[in-house]
């Protein structure tokens, strides 16, 4: 059975880091495709960033682009999820998830097979 478990999240002033992490059991992680998506407050839930199962591929969402990183560590079976330079609009529940296939739509939600619970980050002064 695939489990996904989060941590890290937490309240920080704008400008201020936080890192997520999010183990994954249950499957050969190095041969997964490990994502960040959240939801923020009466939105949709969107993309945030994406690490092919080698971590050579990455992908983000713009808006995040040059302020978040993401990483694995297959040893650990472990996906990060590194947030500098936050701001209020970076207020959401993160969710970690998996795709087991690897598919080449990596930036849609439904691609993804399995999902963590969900940590709530708050960026408020």
């Known amino acids: 059975q695939v489990q996904l478990v989060e941590s890290g999240g937490g309240v920080v002033q704008p400008g201020g880091s936080l890192r997520l992490s999010c183990v994954l059991s249950?499957?050969?992680?190095?041969?997964?495709?490990m994502a960040w998506f959240r939801r923020a407050p009466g939105k949709e839930r969107e993309f945030v960033a994406a690490i092919r199962g080698s971590g050579a591929s990455v992908y983000y969402l713009d808006s995040v682009k040059g302020r978040f990183t993401i990483s694995r560590d297959n040893a650990k079976n472990t996906v990060y999820l590194q947030m500098n330079s936050l701001k209020f609009e970076d207020t959401a529940v993160y969710y970690c998830?998996?795709?087991?296939?690897?598919?080449?739509?990596?930036?849609?939600?439904?691609?993804?097979?399995?999902w963590g619970q969900g940590t709530q980050v708050t960026v408020s002064s």
């Open positions: 998830a998996a795709d087991v296939d690897n598919s080449a739509f990596y930036y849609d939600d439904r691609t993804y097979d399995h």
């Open positions: 249950g499957r050969s992680f190095s041969l997964v495709t």
